[in-house]
């Protein structure tokens, strides 16, 4: 990383933070040389307070800190782009965001995949995702092709609701499969996308 903070006369850089999952921005904050050395030894995110001129912790009192996914500098490297995962609210007005948003994703495939990658994670006794990843690979294997079976008998059939439910349950199990593999719904699509179809 290498900022220049010669361009402001305070020598601060602005920092967007976005969170590295919904990819909603959080805030804007600012950053002097003593503030990004402390972000990047410790992976939480710390900014130069104007108001209080000093180096300032984010979640220091609150305990909402941010955890440092990745920085990136911009074109002319005067302003930073960091990704975290925001433990808890991020504005001090108690908001997911200091833009009064929700910090929910616009992808509902990608928030799925964050609760079964969450449920694989913590499982929880009272988890149905929980207990197929306790039953490993086959059992999970088996229910996305009993799912595919159920899929096929609707498809043959005449109701829309039972074959998109069916297509929901093929799709959800899929998606429990491929994080027992390693791998995200992205993965897949990215194959496509280099069979130039």
């Known amino acids: ?32 040389k003593e503030s990004l050395s402390l972000t990047l030894s410790t992976n939480v995110v710390h900014f ?13 009192e609150s305990g909402n800190e941010l955890k440092v996914v990745s920085l990136k500098e911009d074109c002319d490297k005067d302003t930073v782009l960091i990704k975290v995962n925001p433990v808890g609210p991020v504005c001090h007005k108690g908001d997911d965001t200091c833009f009064e948003d929700s910090n929910d994703s616009d992808d509902f495939i990608s928030t799925l995949e964050n609760i079964i990658q969450e449920r694989k994670i913590n499982p929880s006794d009272s988890s149905y995702v929980s207990s197929l990843f ?3 690979t086959n059992k999970i294997a088996q229910k996305v092709g009993e799912e595919a079976v159920e899929l096929v008998i609707e498809a043959k059939d005449d109701n829309d609701n039972l074959f998109l439910n069916e297509s929901a349950d093929l799709l959800f199990h899929y998606l429990i499969l491929l994080q027992e593999k390693g791998y995200k719904i992205n993965d897949v699509v990215n194959v496509l996308k280099n069979r130039n179809l």
Do not use: C
């Not at 967007?16 to 919904?22: A, P, V």
């Not at 130069?48 to 220091?60: C, V």
């Open 134 to 136: 306790k039953k490993g």
């Open 48 to 60: 130069y307070s104007r108001t209080k001129q000093r180096i300032w912790k984010k979640g220091e």
């Open 1 to 32: 990383m290498n900022l220049d903070f010669s361009k402001n006369k305070d020598g601060l850089v602005p920092a967007i933070i976005q969170d590295n999952i919904t990819h909603k921005v959080l805030m804007l904050g600012y950053l002097n």
